[in-house]
């Protein structure tokens, strides 16, 4: 029997391959140290604040929470990298997690369409 981990490795790559796009990546946030890159974006819409089973929600509050999703091997985010995918649409970088078998994952916030249009996306 194949090993597990190599099976699931191989099925993330796969995916990941399949949904990557096109950016810059803007280390530390500079203008001048610009790198073409792919990665995923994983939008999670987060339902923070009052008891589910209450049905008030009162204090209900939505987050989005997206994330960057790279190939580990051909990108490594950093905090403060700023990835800008063009047409107003760029995330910051808040924080990196670990490693995820063949992938790695960063925790954004993505920048109002107005700070998006400094960060130039890719020219594809």
């Not at 099925?11 to 810059?24: F, K, N, P, T, Y």
Request: hydrophobic share 35%.
């Amino acid at each position: 029997m194949a090993d597990f981990k190599a099976i699931k490795d191989a099925a993330r790559r796969r995916v990941q391959e399949r949904l990557l796009l096109a950016a810059v990546c803007y280390a530390g946030g500079s203008v001048d140290d610009a790198e073409d890159v792919t990665c995923r974006i994983r939008r999670r819409t987060i339902v923070t604040g009052d008891l589910p089973s209450s049905g008030l929600a009162f204090a209900d509050r939505v987050e989005e929470k997206p994330r960057l999703i790279f190939i580990r091997d051909q990108h490594i985010p950093e905090e403060h990298n700023i990835y800008s995918f063009g047409d107003g649409e760029a995330y910051r970088v808040d924080t990196v997690e670990e490693f995820e078998g063949v992938t790695i994952s960063a925790v954004c916030s993505r920048l109002s369409e107005r700070s998006a249009e400094d960060w130039p996306g890719p020219s594809i």
